[in-house]
């Protein structure tokens, strides 16, 4: 079992950054991929971006890729996600999730609670 805990949340302007943080505990060292999604009001959960643990290559959706940066601290096994240039579309509830394939679509082993994320205008 992986136990993952998101923090960070909170309410921005748009232009803001926030950084979001997700603390990973137990069986950790079984998921190669680490990463995020969000889900906003009405909508499907989507993919945000994803770390490969052991290589540290790094996946984008393209509605982030350059505001967003994700990364990891294997000492800490603690994963973050940098939130630049926010946007009122980024307005979500950001989950941490970890899996043993990089699937943009399928749904991943464990998730977090989900951390709440409001740009306003």
């Known amino acids: 079992q992986v136990q993952l805990v998101e923090s960070g949340g909170g309410l921005v302007q748009a232009g803001d950054s926030l950084r979001l943080s997700c603390a990973a505990s137990g069986r950790t060292f079984g998921s190669n991929y680490m990463g995020w999604f969000r889900q906003a009001p009405g909508k499907e959960r989507e993919f945000v971006t994803a770390i490969e643990t052991r290589s540290g290559s790094t996946f984008y959706a393209d509605s982030v890729k350059g505001r967003f940066t994700i990364s990891r601290d294997n000492a800490k096994n603690t994963l973050y996600l940098q939130m630049n240039s926010l946007k009122t579309d980024d307005t979500a509830v950001y989950y941490c999730?970890?899996?043993?394939?990089?699937?943009?679509?399928?749904?991943?082993?464990?998730w977090g609670q989900g951390t709440q994320v409001t740009v306003s205008s």
């Open positions: 999730a970890s899996n043993d394939i990089l699937t943009r679509t399928r749904p991943w082993a464990y």
